[in-house]
């Protein structure tokens, strides 16, 4: 069976976890690890965690929940060490705030791929679309930016199609490739994602369009907050990964998109 790590980064992050917790606490896929990598936190955060383990303790489909807590050096670093303890097959990275659309969604999800494939022909990554939400799990709108029916590494010339929250990455791509968290301290998430997406083109292994809304992304996140800081972080990812003169001539387009839509 298809076996998925669900990773969690907070740090104090109590009012916004419950959500997030009883999201895959409500999935009724049985092979689901749970990663809740905590930063050390001061609030009822690790009371949250404790008693999500308890109630998973009697639950009729249980999970395997792992919960680090120990000072971080941020958001990538703690992603980092989820990718590290990951033992699933596909990891994709759920926070605070953020929820699944559904409570079927990973099996759905499972139900795409065949088990007896052999695992390194597996696609690389799952892929889906994403709702924004308030901070009351309210639907505020669809993300403006949606995925294509076929994605690849070059699709993100046009800004992150894909959600974060919606990219299922295969764990032994995800561990060869891990965040740079050096350099970005808030776009990370983009460079990391198209890192694998070129990988997954140097291996030909697919990019499945799952064409399900996975996640509910909560709107005020670490980016939007630092969106400036965010934005010249991901001129500099383009430049990288496409060029100069392709991240320049994107860069006019997006502030040309961003006008019309206002």
């Not at 989820?82 to 139900?111: P, Q």
């Not at 965040?179 to 970005?184: A, I, K, S, T």
Request: charged share 25%; with cysteine.
């Amino acid at each position: 069976m298809i076996k998925f790590t669900i990773a969690t980064v907070c740090y104090n992050a109590g009012q916004f976890l419950s959500p997030t917790i009883h999201s895959v606490e409500e999935q009724d896929y049985a092979h689901v690890e749970h990663l809740i990598i905590d930063g050390n936190s001061q609030d009822e955060t690790l009371a949250l965690i404790h008693h999500y383990q308890e109630r998973n303790s009697r639950a009729s489909i249980q999970h395997d929940i792992v919960c680090r807590s120990e000072p971080d050096e941020g958001i990538y670093d703690a992603m980092n060490k989820a990718i590290e303890l990951a033992t699933g097959d596909y990891i994709l990275f759920l926070n605070a705030g953020d929820t699944f659309h559904h409570n079927t969604l990973l099996s759905e999800i499972a139900a795409m791929i065949d088990p007896e494939e052999e695992k390194v022909r597996r696609p690389a990554v799952l892929y889906g679309d994403t709702h924004l939400v308030d901070n009351e799990g309210k639907f505020l709108r669809r993300r403006r930016l949606t995925p294509p029916e076929k994605l690849s590494w070059q699709s993100f010339r046009f800004g992150m199609l894909v959600c974060h929250q919606a990219f299922f990455a295969r764990l032994d791509l995800a561990k060869k490739f891990p965040y740079n968290n050096e350099d970005y301290r808030f776009s990370a998430d983009f460079d990391w994602c198209i890192r694998i997406m070129r990988e997954a083109e140097r291996l030909r292994l697919q990019l499945l369009n799952t064409n399900l809304v996975v996640a509910n992304y909560l709107a005020e996140g670490t980016t939007t907050k630092n969106h400036k800081a965010s934005l010249l972080e991901r001129y500099d990812i383009m430049c990288k990964h496409y060029g100069k003169f392709t991240a320049a001539v994107m860069h006019g387009w997006f502030v040309i998109r961003a006008f019309f839509k206002s």
